[in-house]
């Protein structure tokens, strides 16, 4: 029997911006670049059955006392089947449910998103209502589960 690889693997900025004009060949390297980075985010590739399912850039805004982290998305990208594709922003919470499936998959566990009921007027009431964010168990985890 196959065993499914389920992973999020770590990827620098520039290899993340390759790998995103393979499909969003009408925009240049600049382009993608201003538009997925705004300051100090980190890239995912999250990977499934041995293909990648998925593109995530965020930002780590705050730790929780019981070691969560907040997100906030810069960006994603979801494999063409699913035909998700945000840039912060325009990234609708009404997908977010396909986000955190795929994020689940790769071992990934997402525990609340804005929409949430208090979660974010609770954890984070000044920012922006638009600004899409996650919070997720463990970072630490993660970083176990991305290659080095």
Not at 103 to 128: N, Q
Request: charged residues 25%; proline residues 3%; aromatic residues 10%.
């Amino acid at each position: 029997m196959n065993t499914s690889v389920r992973k999020a693997r770590k990827i620098d900025r520039k290899a993340c911006i390759n790998l995103l004009q393979q499909l969003y060949s009408h925009l240049s390297p600049e382009d993608l670049e201003e538009k997925f980075f705004w300051g100090e985010e980190q890239a995912y590739v999250l990977w499934a059955d041995h293909k990648p399912v998925g593109v995530i850039v965020w930002e780590e805004y705050d730790y929780l006392p019981d070691n969560s982290c907040l997100l906030e998305l810069s960006a994603i990208v979801i494999d063409k089947d699913n035909r998700l594709r945000g840039f912060g922003r325009d990234l609708y919470w009404a997908s977010l449910s396909l986000v955190r499936e795929k994020m689940d998959v790769c071992g990934i566990h997402v525990l609340a998103t804005r929409d949430s009921v208090g979660f974010y007027e609770r954890v984070m009431p000044t920012r922006s209502a638009r600004t899409p964010v996650l919070l997720i168990r463990g970072i630490s985890y993660i970083s176990l589960l991305c290659a080095v």
